[in-house]
């Protein structure tokens, strides 16, 4: 009974993962043998050298690919196999931030963080326009909410994209180097107000970085070297 419960608890469940990229003579392997367990409302690191496969992780974690050799289970679905429409399903899930914020430059900062509810289909826009109203509120933003993000300074446009990947409470979010492109202050300020929001909401996060300015907010750090999992 007590390993069905700590089964539950786990939001990701990685076992024996390999990955390849190219075919034929060019085929690669970049991840090797991979097995990581992350509970629910745990934050963690995850740290390596550039070109270690961590980026490539994320991807397959968030279901932006589809595994191909292991098992990739998130909030108990299990993605090796998986059809694309069970991948665009499983998205749903997930919030992402990535470095370079990926905002739309001909959307204000409501409409973008808007768009983090409009992809799920099922609020209203009523609904819509309150829950992104109350989130950049959240994250200090209330006056800058009609600004375009050409506007917005790199550490504003960040927090909108952390207003975006939260707005639809994910039961996990994966950031891909989020402080890489921020000053000191505004990189520290965007992963404490990750990690009170993801508190609040308990949140599972999983963050690549290689900033080790943060690495006190992580409850576990896990690190990759040529494809591996070398802790964690």
């Known amino acids: 009974m007590k390993s069905t419960t700590e089964d539950q608890n786990q939001v990701i469940v990685i076992s024996h993962l390999n990955h390849y990229f190219g075919q034929g003579q060019i085929k690669q392997q970049v991840l090797f043998d991979i097995n990581l367990q992350v509970k629910s409302g745990e934050i963690v690191l995850m740290t390596g050298p550039s070109g270690s496969g961590k980026t490539t992780l994320l991807t397959l974690i968030g279901a932006l690919r589809s595994p191909h050799d292991g098992s990739v289970k998130i909030l108990g679905k299990e993605l090796w196999g998986a059809s694309s429409q069970e991948l665009v399903e499983a998205r749903k899930s997930n919030g992402y931030i990535f470095q370079a914020h990926n905002l739309h430059r001909s959307l204000t900062a409501m409409q973008n963080v808007a768009m983090g509810l409009e992809v799920h289909g099922n609020f209203?826009?009523?609904?819509?326009?309150?829950?992104?109203?109350a989130m950049l509120e959240e994250v200090g933003l209330s006056?800058?909410?009609?600004?375009?993000?050409?506007?917005?300074?790199?550490?504003?446009?960040?927090?909108?994209?952390?207003?975006?990947?939260?707005?639809?409470?994910?039961?996990?979010?994966?950031?891909?180097?989020?402080?890489?492109?921020?000053?000191?202050?505004?990189?520290?300020?965007?992963?404490?107000?990750?990690?009170?929001?993801?508190?609040?909401?308990?949140?599972?996060?999983?963050?690549?970085?290689?900033?080790?300015?943060?690495l006190d907010i992580a409850d576990r750090i896990v690190s990759l070297e040529d494809g591996r999992l070398i802790k964690g």
């Open 124 to 133: 209203d826009k009523t609904t819509i326009h309150e829950k992104s109203m």
């Open 143 to 214: 006056e800058r909410m009609s600004y375009y993000p050409d506007s917005l300074s790199g550490g504003q446009k960040q927090r909108v994209a952390i207003a975006r990947a939260l707005v639809s409470r994910p039961s996990l979010v994966l950031a891909d180097e989020p402080t890489a492109a921020l000053d000191s202050k505004s990189g520290r300020d965007v992963v404490d107000l990750m990690q009170k929001l993801a508190r609040e909401q308990k949140t599972t996060i999983i963050l690549v970085t290689h900033d080790s300015r943060i």
